[in-house]
């Protein structure tokens, strides 16, 4: 049920957009956004929840694609501070709500 | 302020002991969760517990034991029945399904 997520990897220049895509084989009641910069503590970025409502904190923007059970987070005019690795975690309706299933990870690393 | 603790940050134990890493939250929150993060494979969950004194198993749980006797408090002890015990534990905390998670700063745990 781990979500996947792609790419892998980017590097950008300062200034530069990019766009992480999370994937599920399951049906999605939400889809969260989390950032976690080496050895910390992952911080939160955005909830998106059925029927498109979006919850977030910073100023990056996000999609969720319910029937195709996708949801891309979009990076723009991207600084160094952005730099770190996005997780998607995954809550999935006929499972205990509030659990998470996240995926691998896509690192990101922007250079100036 | 409030927030999530973890404690210790660093430890180091010896192959065959048992450690419990400890878990206090002031956010008022009942749901709790352990994950546990290698290398490039994410957060997996070990444990989680949507109310005091239940729990259930995540995806990972063999070799890891939980309580949860305080609504504050779900303390991970790690069993010398886990084969590979190195790594980074992380433990989070919701109020509900659809919220955001919040993350205490890590245990880097270290089995010599």
């Known amino acids: 049920q781990q979500p996947v997520q792609s790419p892998q990897a980017v590097i950008l220049r300062e200034g530069e957009d990019a766009v992480i895509n999370c994937s599920s084989s399951k049906a999605l009641y939400s889809v969260h956004w989390y950032r976690q910069k080496h050895g910390e503590a992952p911080v939160f970025l955005m909830i998106?929840?059925?029927?498109?409502e979006q919850k977030g904190h910073e100023k990056i923007s996000a999609s969720f694609n319910e029937k195709k059970q996708q949801s891309s987070l979009y990076l723009t005019a991207s600084q160094l501070s952005y730099s770190g690795t996005y997780f998607c975690g995954t809550e999935h309706r006929g499972s205990t709500l509030g659990r998470l299933y996240f995926g691998r990870g896509t690192q990101l690393t922007v250079w100036p | 302020d409030g927030g999530i603790t973890q404690s210790p940050k660093y430890l180091f134990r010896k192959e065959g002991q048992n450690v419990t890493l400890s878990c206090e939250q002031n956010l008022n929150h009942d749901a709790m969760y352990w994950y546990r993060q290698d290398p490039g494979q994410g957060l997996r969950l070990i444990y989680y517990?949507?109310?005091?004194?239940?729990?259930q198993k995540g995806d990972i749980a063999e070799g890891y034991s939980v309580s949860r006797e305080k609504k504050e408090s779900f303390p991970l002890t790690v069993t010398s029945a886990q084969k590979n015990p190195t790594a980074f534990y992380l433990c989070a905390s919701s109020t509900d399904s659809g919220t955001e998670a919040f993350f205490g700063q890590g245990t880097r745990l270290t089995v010599v």
């Open positions: 517990s949507q109310i005091v004194n239940d729990f």
């Open positions: 998106l929840l059925k029927g498109g």
